[in-house]
């Protein structure tokens, strides 16, 4: 009960000292022009909570800086009557209307969110849009022990030998196969790009020497995997239904006020 007792306790001082940082925030002054005040909490306004964090003295400096000069030339513009002119008086208000705009669109777009799962339900259904064109090589290999055991095998096969023949008698872990560029080393597929369909050449590859006879090259077309696009998948379904946020909600307000157009 004491331990309860003390965590109230507690809460309340944390409470009573937030609120008077936030008071004392509201009563120190940053910057004056005149009778035109800039107050620390409305500084801070300028930023969010990560760029305020981030922000180095210099930064923060500039934007007190830029205030500065915004307030003496919108001073002396209304010393000069400008304020007074029908399209300043427009764009004034307009300007506020759009700030308050972008105010609740932030605040509203806070409820709209995606989670994995709908990013790759999205992602199954338009796999096809996202294609790309992929390169196969087709080769037959062995390992052979030295240079001059591969010297013996390419003169036994320009007499004639049969690949397979020459691999079972001088060589090991003979292989068929069709390898993707992510199958193998980006020395050994530099390598079997630079072949041509029957050719055998020799590579040392990981630490062995492998005689490679390239058989074909296929070329097809393959989704692009979810792990190298989610993160665009994600803006992109976000963005999706931000926007279907926004014209509900536009439409549901265009029910409340009243609107014309002439």
Request: glycine share 2%.
């Amino acid at each position: 009960m004491k331990r309860i007792f003390s965590i109230i306790i507690l809460c309340v001082v944390v409470l009573n000292v937030l609120q008077c940082n936030n008071k004392e925030s509201k009563k120190v002054i940053v910057a004056e022009v005149n009778d035109q005040k800039l107050y620390e909490h409305e500084f801070r306004s300028l930023f969010t909570e990560e760029e305020w964090q981030s922000a180095t003295p210099e930064e923060k400096n500039q934007i007190i800086n830029d205030w500065i000069e915004i307030t003496l030339l919108a001073e002396e513009a209304k010393k000069r009557g400008l304020a007074k002119k029908p399209e300043v008086k427009f764009n004034i208000k307009y300007a506020e209307k759009t700030l308050l705009a972008n105010e609740l669109l932030a605040d509203q777009l806070k409820k709209v969110s995606v989670d994995k799962d709908a990013v790759l339900d999205y992602y199954n259904l338009h796999r096809n849009d996202y294609l790309r064109d992929r390169t196969f090589y087709k080769i037959q290999q062995f390992i052979v022990p030295n240079w001059t055991i591969s010297d013996s095998a390419i003169a036994l096969m320009n007499r004639g030998e049969a690949f397979y023949t020459v691999a079972k008698n001088l060589g090991s872990n003979y292989v068929v196969k069709t390898v993707g560029k992510n199958d193998v080393t980006p020395e050994f597929w530099n390598f079997l790009a630079g072949m041509k369909r029957w050719h055998i050449r020799i590579i040392e590859d990981e630490g062995v020497l492998k005689m490679v006879q390239l058989q074909d090259t296929l070329e097809e077309e393959q989704p692009i995997p979810f792990q190298e696009i989610s993160d665009s998948l994600f803006n992109i379904l976000l963005e999706q239904k931000r926007e279907e946020f926004l014209a509900n909600a536009l439409d549901s307000l265009e029910i409340s006020y009243k609107v014309k157009i002439y």
